[in-house]
């Protein structure tokens, strides 16, 4: 199965709001990945500012708030 990758870190409100509007989306049509960014430094040195980051397939899908059409547009790829 294919996975989205969500760039997150505890605490932060908006990533939380993200998942939450995600996962009803894919639900049971794509994976879903929550990357930690305090985890991992690259990821931490990269995405720090942004979060949340939506990727799919290493391409960048939307930052800070869930772009519906491009969620929809890869469920349909």
Same mark, same amino acid.
């Given at each position: 199965?294919?996975?989205?990758?969500?760039?997150?870190?505890?605490?932060?409100?908006?990533?939380?709001?993200? $998942?939450? !509007?995600?996962?009803?989306?894919?639900?049971?049509?794509?994976? /879903?990945?929550?990357?930690? *960014?305090?985890?991992?430094?690259?990821?931490?040195?990269?995405?720090?500012?942004?979060?949340? $980051?939506? !990727?799919?397939?290493?391409?960048?899908?939307?930052?800070?708030? /869930?772009?519906?059409?491009? *969620?929809?547009?890869?469920?349909?790829?």
């Amino acid at each position: 199965m294919k996975t989205l990758q969500v760039y997150s870190r505890a605490g932060c409100h908006l990533c939380e709001v993200l $998942v939450e !509007e995600l996962k009803p989306l894919i639900d049971g049509k794509i994976g /879903l990945e929550v990357r930690d *960014i305090d985890t991992n430094a690259e990821w931490h040195e990269r995405w720090f500012a942004d979060i949340p $980051v939506v !990727e799919f397939e290493g391409t960048l899908v939307c930052m800070h708030f /869930l772009d519906h059409d491009a *969620i929809t547009g890869i469920l349909r790829g």
